[in-house]
């Protein structure tokens, strides 16, 4: 069998190549062949394709690159198309992953105070709303809104950041929380590499907002606007894939370990400034780190007890160098000045009081 590539090309007025592919194989084709055509379509700026086969997975890819693009960027998502087979991705599958929790606190006290403001204001001048006042009291709560605002995406940054530097994915943003996994979409070989991954990066996260949350505090922020980490693993068997309808889809992980993660972080054990995590995860790092026992929990949902630790620090003195093993090389570089800062941070001591 063999597969017929017609294609028809022209440049626009505009600069750009425009052409048509017409596409005819004489038995089914695998994903190798398609991946060749869809290559040499990558190629062309505007183009139509006459095979509904093609076309398919032409849509597949763009359904999934929609979805991956937010969790690993557009270089990282186009490797793992070119490396896997789309219907294989888009699939609801059986993975083993590594499950992050982070949230801030403090964060819904500033919102709860900039309503009141607002309410204060709206009230204290009800029969004056064309007053100078007025307006100038507007323009000040406006201005700690827009703040409020800049320094949430600012702290989930520091999470999202340090979760891709060590290889995990964003799996999305839960009002001021960060929802983050290792081991997908592509399967992890060793679940101990990315547990290690995954503690590196929650403590590295951690580090970061201390130290930012001291040089604020230093350069006189208002409190309203300091916040505090809090972290959790777990880890577990899930179901991994693109869930949803065409009005809306994501790519997210599912199952009972999820929700066990998210009720970890419910407890009052997972205190802000810290990293917390199950023993199952523990199992899978105590080699590398030491943890206090925080004691056994019952979750709802989940017949026995959990066992809960609190990381105190790693085993190793030199984790600065050892942490450099576990980077993700193709997500370092979001910009030279950010990655001379995390490569300070790297050479600082890791570990926390």
Known sequence: GGCYLAVELFLRESGKLAGAFLVQFDEKPGHNTIHLALQAADEIDDFLIFNREMLEEVQLREKIMNVLIPMIGEDQSKFILSAHDPKKLSQPQQKYAIIMFSDLKGSTRTADVLMSRGKEIFEKYKNHRESPEYI??????EKLTENYVKYINFYLGLSSRSVLKFGGVVDKYIGDAVMAAWGVPIDAPDPIFIARRAILATVFANRMTLKYNESMKQE????????????????GE???GIFGTPLRFDYTIMGAPVNEAARIESLETSAPGKVTFSREFYNLVNDFIEADHLGSFKLKGKENPIDIYRFKKFRNSNISEIAEEYIDRSKISISHAEDENFKDYLRDDWDID
Do not use: S, T
């Open 238 to 240: 899930v179901l991994a």
């Open 220 to 235: 006189g922020f208002e409190d309203l606007f300091i916040f505090q980490q809090r972290f959790v693993l777990h880890c």
């Open 136 to 141: 100038d009291e507007l323009v000040k709560l």
